[in-house]
């Protein structure tokens, strides 16, 4: 859980509109919290940095599994006791019995990708006196801005379901990466996921609406844009990769064309949730010829044919032959993958056929979670229950295999000079300033891959945040390196920056 701070805030304070802001679940809802803390800025709201500062809280919430939905049911109640307004939005708020159940006292329910809906209810609980002199957002007369839709500052406003998707300029996120948010929704039906129930089919932004917002960022200085959706292979589908125009050329809504327009900008593009349909081969040789990183989170789930179909995920077929084939096109490529253990139905043979998979396969990175009913999600209803101990033990098996490989792949990169983009200082007492880096390589998303630690050497102090260093790798554990700095080569972007960020 996140209680946000240090967001910057608009307006002269006024009394009666700081809305706190606690921030749940996966990178997609990250986008929607910063899209809803852009529009607060633009109205003039102040974004409390504690529950005794906040005249209301909102609460983005994650409904993805039991845990989260209980963390999120958590959160409302804390947000409730100590502040009495509360507005719920985000995934769960797609399941509003389940949350006034619980929690009766709620102000108000949304659900996800609803800044309009948002604001309208921030507007009703905390309405604030037009300032002409303060305000961002004009106001057609005088008491209309209680009521009015707002106006959004965004460069391009999109015509989609979701009339509220729109680039944020508020990022939760460090300046130097950005999730880049591609679509929203999902056509599959998989049987424990009820994504599709809670934020409907794929809706895609047009390719240039996310390529403004890419551009944006990179020239505010983003230097990593990693690419969202809940099924990024699928991107366009829905608009029939309609075209539309950036920079006065039109560019199509596909995967493969955006990556390429993406690429072009000079930033790193890292892309997120793949699925292997036969296109991404596309992708993959965009990454060999170092147009995007050579990275790809493909969540597999399983490797099992029979768990799969029982899982009803998409892309399933030939995995390991799809995988040795990118390997083929790009041999530096990092894979990353999800799988789920103890599924309905899942016999040892199943789970032997899965660890089988994962020596062959020898993925660079692996996150696996184990099975848990989710409510309203059609796997409940399947027979053959794995009991929790067995689950337990076949997820030790599993993430002992995952970890000695992991360890294994990342001890082939001692001795080799690679770039990391610094992500934080790791000086401790006694340490010269900015002497010891933590960084990711371009193997590594934030905040779910290893680090690596670094020293800064004969560099010490002269590298910032953000920078993108080369360094010498010297050892290796399961899932971390370590290293030193051996040049603070210049990184110049395709995109005019705006103001100066250092020229690195
Ligand atoms: S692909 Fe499957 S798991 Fe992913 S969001 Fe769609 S239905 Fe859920």
């Not at 292979?233 to 064309?257: K, M, N």
């Not at 990183?293 to 597999?300: E, I, Q, S």
């Not at 390997?327 to 199943?350: K, L, W």
């Not at 995109?495 to 690195?504: C, D, K, R, T």
Request: glycine fraction near 8%; charged fraction near 25%; charge should be negative.
């Amino acid at each position: 859980m996140t209680v946000l701070d240090a967001v910057p805030t608009g307006a002269t304070p006024q009394t009666k509109n700081r809305v706190g802001f606690i921030s749940l679940g996966c990178p997609k809802a990250l986008v929607d919290s910063e899209r809803i803390l852009t529009q607060l800025r633009v109205e003039g709201y102040q974004v409390a940095d504690s529950y005794a500062d906040a005249d209301t809280v909102i609460v983005n919430t994650c409904g993805f599994i039991t845990p989260a939905v209980e963390e999120s049911l958590a959160a409302i109640g804390e947000a409730l006791e100590a502040t009495g307004k509360v507005i719920v939005t985000g995934c769960l708020g797609e399941r509003p019995d389940k949350i006034l159940e619980r929690h009766p006292k709620v102000a108000a329910i949304t659900g996800s990708e609803a800044v309009d809906d948002v604001m309208r209810h921030v507007r009703e609980l905390l309405p604030m006196e037009a300032n002409p002199y303060t305000d961002l957002l004009p106001t057609a007369a005088p008491g209309a801005r209680n009521v009015a839709a707002p106006v959004l500052t965004a460069p391009v406003r999109e015509n989609t379901r979701h009339g509220d998707v729109f680039a944020p300029s508020v990022k939760l996120t460090p300046r130097h990466f950005a999730y880049l948010k591609i679509a929203e929704g999902c056509n599959h039906t998989c049987s424990f996921c009820i994504i599709p129930k809670l934020r409907g089919k794929q809706v895609s932004r047009d390719a240039a609406a996310v390529l403004y917002e890419a551009y944006r960022l990179v020239a505010g200085g983003t230097k990593e844009l990693v690419v969202i959706s809940q099924d990024t292979s699928a991107y366009g589908v829905d608009i029939r990769y309609r075209e539309s125009e950036f920079q006065e050329a039109p560019v199509r809504a596909h995967l493969t064309d955006l990556a390429v327009k993406l690429g072009e900008m000079g930033a790193w593009v890292r892309m997120h949730y793949v699925y292997p349909y036969p296109h991404v081969e596309k992708v993959v040789e965009l990454m060999a010829a170092g147009k995007i990183l050579p990275y790809l989170d493909v969540p597999l789930q399983h490797a099992s044919p029979k768990i799969l179909k029982l899982m009803r995920r998409p892309g399933a077929g030939k995995q390991l032959d799809t995988i040795r084939r990118w390997r083929e096109i790009c041999p530096d490529i990092t894979i990353r993958s999800t799988f789920i253990v103890g599924f309905p139905g899942e016999t040892e043979a199943d789970f032997q056929e899965l660890l089988t998979f994962l020596e062959d396969a020898r993925l660079d990175r692996v996150g696996a979670f184990p099975y848990s009913d989710v409510d309203e999600a059609d796997a409940g209803a399947l027979t053959g229950a794995v009991p929790e101990d067995v689950k337990m033990e076949r997820l030790a098996r599993f993430m002992e295999v995952a970890q000695r490989i992991s360890a294994e792949k990342l001890a082939e990169k001692v001795g080799r000079v690679m770039p990391v983009i610094i992500d934080e200082f790791n000086d401790e007492e006694g340490d010269a300033a900015g002497s010891k880096l933590i960084g990711r390589t371009q193997g590594d998303a934030p905040g779910i891959d290893g680090q690596v630690y670094l020293f800064a050497g004969e560099f010490a102090g002269q590298i910032k945040i953000g920078d993108i260093v080369d360094a010498r790798i010297e050892d290796s554990d399961e899932y971390d390196l370590f290293g030193e700095v051996v040049a603070r080569p210049d990184w110049k972007p395709n995109v005019p920056q705006m103001g100066h960020f250092g020229g690195h």
